[in-house]
Nanobody, 122 residues
């Protein structure tokens, strides 16, 4: 089992920045791919960014590429999402996730955090 706890959500104006963090505990953190997904009201959960446990493969959704950066610290069992140039359409609940295999499909991820709200005003 892997337990994930997100933090760092909040309210920002468009153009602002926010940094989300996810603390993992339980099984060996550095063996899992780590990712971020988001879900806006009335929409399906969508892929935002993810990286393999080694950091060798990093993927971003086209909608956040160039604005968001995912990183991980295996010594501290944390993964972060730096979000810059925020847009109102980034408003959603953001979820941290862990999986044995890297994938852009939410159905392939094994463990989920409780989510943190990000709201971007225009």
């Amino acid at each position: 089992q892997v337990q994930l706890v997100e933090s760092g959500g909040g309210l920002r104006q468009a153009g602002g920045s926010l940094r989300l963090s996810c603390k993992a505990s339980g099984r060996t953190f550095n063996r899992y791919a780590m990712g971020w997904f988001r879900q806006a009201p009335g929409k399906e959960r969508e892929f935002v960014a993810a990286m393999r446990w080694s950091g060798g493969i990093i993927g971003y959704a086209d909608s956040v590429k160039g604005r968001f950066t995912i990183s991980r610290d295996n010594t501290r069992n944390t993964v972060s999402l730096q979000m810059n140039s925020l847009k109102p359409e980034d408003t959603a609940v953001y979820y941290c996730a862990a999986a044995e295999i890297y994938s852009r499909s939410s159905s392939q991820w094994d463990y989920w955090g409780q989510g943190t709200q990000v709201t971007v005003s225009s």
